[in-house]
């Protein structure tokens, strides 16, 4: 699926990250463990959109996403008390996809879901997982008003926001939308030197603050803005799968990764649920 405008939140970087090393680093002397991979989170008020599969890939191999997806899978999210609640459609243009393709089956915050997967034979296995979705909350100041026009400036004082508490969360986590799909870059000294040929534009660039549940209040110094043009301010509550998953992953960053436990049985990876706050902010931002 096609998305339009670039998403500067954190946890789609380190999922990717994930996804894309696949496996736990291995030491000397270990024999290669293959295991399933899981990165999907659930939306209050959405259907399932995106739950991912893949096996994992020797490091030492090239990993090709698309010969490692699974295909043919039983996907189901399921209620706590193990009825069905949806039943996940494989996406055959995206290799590893599964989603839902009844509009009807919102997930409800406050409500805990179970997955389940059976991936198919020969190689079958059954990986299963659990989360509570974060209640509803909204922001209830922002010093940034919806629709304002702001002129991009370092220097001058960062912006405050401050939201209602949500119960049922693991960790708050503030977030930016570039909307303009090809937005002018914000120029940085630490981006490097954007002249180059070869310089490749970032299109995820991590504002990544992750707030335990007692603080319902941020700063958003400047330097968080990436791009100019439209461009809009979120919060999110992440359940305890998820900011459990970022705490460990964060740390873990260029080092091992053997370490990581996973909330999952039988596989590894994420299998989370978060919410937006109401009242997102909107605003225009120019040089």
Not at 34 to 47: E, Y
């Amino acid at each position: 699926m096609n998305q339009p405008k670039k998403n500067i939140a954190a946890t789609l970087s380190l999922f990717f990250f994930l996804t894309l090393n696949g496996c736990e680093e291995p030491n000397s002397g270990y024999d290669y463990d293959k295991q399933v991979v899981v990165n999907g989170t659930l939306t209050a008020g959405q259907n399932v959109d995106t739950l991912k599969l893949h096996w994992t890939s020797e490091v030492d191999k090239f990993y090709d996403r698309k010969a490692l997806a699974i295909p043919g899978a039983i996907v189901l999210i399921k209620n706590s008390d193990g009825s069905v609640f949806d039943s996940l459609w494989y996406d055959t243009s995206n290799p590893g996809r599964y989603y839902s393709n009844d509009p009807a089956k919102k997930i409800e915050p406050t409500k805990t879901y179970l997955l389940y997967v059976k991936t198919p034979s020969p190689d079958s296995r059954i990986v299963t997982g659990m989360t509570t979705v974060p209640d509803t909350f909204s922001i209830i100041y922002s010093s940034v008003k919806n629709n304002d026009t702001l002129i991009y400036n370092p220097n001058a004082s960062p912006h405050l926001f401050a939201w209602s508490p949500s119960k049922t969360l693991g960790t708050y986590l503030p977030t930016i939308f570039s909307l303009d799909s090809n937005a002018a870059m914000i120029p940085k000294e630490f981006y490097g030197d954007t002249t180059k040929k070869d310089f490749q534009r970032p299109e995820k660039i991590a504002y990544r603050v992750g707030l335990p549940r007692e603080q319902t209040n941020t700063l958003l110094p400047w330097v968080f803005l990436n791009y100019f043009g439209n461009t809009r301010f979120d919060i999110f509550a992440i359940d305890e799968n998820s900011a459990d998953f970022l705490n460990q992953v964060i740390p873990a960053q260029g080092g091992e990764l053997k370490e990581i436990h996973y909330r999952l049985n039988g596989g590894i990876g994420i299998f989370g649920a978060k919410t937006q706050a109401k009242n997102g902010i909107q605003a225009y931002i120019k040089p």
